[in-house]
Structure formats: structure tokens, C-alpha cells
């Protein structure tokens, strides 16, 4: 069984300020890995995902997560953000087979403030 | 292009009365899911489908049923529904092919209250 454990709930930023939201993850066997936001009174949306190749993963929005599979995290950041940023953001993960569910994390409430 | 429907988008419910949620894609997806959505846990999966005429229990499936006689609908019901119960229910769908067939497509959502 897989789990995973965002590290921080709530992280307070300035605008323009880099973030990094921290994701850790358990599992006994491959793993596909994404990263959603969920802006207030909306549904879940993909930022981005890592299923194999390049550790280094682009999503929408100028986010990045970086695949560490030595230290199983999988954290997410963005250079400078924009208040437009302020969300909630929850790390999931799958097992890497046909139609598997994915597990979330709790959720990261990111606030970015000016 | 609609995606993923969720109905109705709110709703209130005495304690003990039933109801179905639908939900429904146009995207000829496979696999669809149901999750709730509680305040600090995130999401949490109550039951899915691996396609049209099966269903399978998720981490959270007491109270709740669902069904999928079409391939672009899973039904979930509340029997008899709990104060316990109240929640943001999402339904997610995603399609077959390699890496590809993750839960991916949200609906917006839909709000139960249980007094």
C-alpha cells in the first residue's frame, strides 16, 4: 500500500518569493507520482506529474517538482509566486498500473501574501 | 466539452433520508472514482470502477453504494445518510493506455450537509 505525507500544512509566502511545498511518499512498488491545486470552492486540478524519465517535472503555472526516489519525495516549487497562487495543493500518489486509485496527502494550504 | 459533471452541487439532507449523486463524463474514460473531501485529511477514495458493470471499495466505502450501467455514469448513493457523512464529494475519471490512466479529470465538486 502506498502513503504520503505533505510535510507542511499551511506555508505563508511573500509575493514573488520562491515556495517549496514538501511531499513524501511510501510504497513497496513503483510509483506514478502528481501534484494537484485546488482553488477555493473549485474541483482538483493537475499542476503536473512524474510517471517515468526525467526526474525533473514541468507543470502549468511555472511549477516544478523533482522526483528523488532515494529519499521518496517528490517536492514542488515555483521561483517566484503570485498572489493568483494562493491555493490548496495535494501531492498523490498511484501505483504504476492500469486503473489504480490515487492516494492524497493531506493538503498544503499555500498563502501568498503582498 | 463538459469533462467531468457532478449533480447536484449542493445539497441538505436529514439524518436517515437517501440520495444519489451522479456524476458523468464525455470523455470515454475507463476508470471513474468517487472520493470525499474533509478538512485536513484530503481526499479519500470511497469506492471506484474499472469500467462499465464493475465496481470495487476504496479506503472509506461504509454507507455508501454506487453503480456503473453506463460507461459515462457512476451513481453513488447514500442509504441512509449520517451527520458522519457530511463532506465535499469528487468524482474523478481517467482512460486506459500506459502512464496515462490516472484519475486526472475532476468534477467541481458537490456539497452535503446532513442535519
Known amino acids: 500500500a502506498q502513503s504520503v505525507t505533505q510535510l507542511d500544512s499551511q506555508v505563508p509566502v511573500f509575493e514573488e518569493a520562491p515556495v517549496e511545498l514538501r511531499c513524501n511518499y511510501s510504497s513497496s512498488v513503483s510509483v506514478y507520482l502528481f501534484w494537484y491545486v485546488q482553488y477555493p470552492n473549485q474541483g482538483l486540478q493537475l499542476l503536473l506529474k512524474y510517471l517515468s524519465g526525467s526526474t525533473l517535472v514541468k507543470g502549468i503555472n511555472g511549477f516544478e517538482a523533482e522526483f528523488n526516489k532515494s529519499q521518496t519525495s517528490f517536492h514542488l516549487r515555483k521561483p517566484s509566486v503570485h498572489i493568483s497562487d494562493t491555493a490548496e495543493y495535494f501531492c498523490?500518489?498511484?501505483?504504476?498500473?492500469?486503473?489504480?486509485?490515487?492516494?492524497f496527502g493531506k493538503g498544503t494550504t499555500l498563502s501568498v501574501s503582498s | 466539452n463538459a469533462g467531468v459533471t457532478q449533480t447536484p452541487k449542493f445539497r441538505v439532507l436529514k439524518t436517515g433520508q437517501s440520495m444519489t449523486l451522479l456524476c458523468a463524463q464525455d470523455?470515454?474514460?475507463?476508470?471513474m472514482y468517487w472520493y470525499r473531501q474533509d478538512p485536513g485529511m484530503g481526499l479519500r477514495l470511497i469506492h471506484y470502477s474499472v469500467g462499465e458493470g464493475t465496481t470495487a471499495k476504496g479506503e472509506v466505502p461504509d454507507g455508501y453504494n454506487v453503480s456503473r450501467l453506463k460507461k459515462q455514469n457512476f451513481l453513488l448513493g447514500l442509504e441512509s445518510a449520517a451527520p458522519s457523512q457530511t463532506s465535499v464529494y469528487f468524482c474523478a475519471s481517467g482512460h486506459q493506455g500506459g502512464g496515462e490512466n490516472q484519475p486526472q479529470h475532476f468534477g467541481d465538486g458537490t456539497r452535503l450537509s446532513i442535519l
Open positions: 498523490a500518489v498511484s501505483e504504476a498500473q492500469a486503473g489504480t486509485a490515487l492516494i
Open positions: 470523455m470515454n474514460h475507463e476508470y
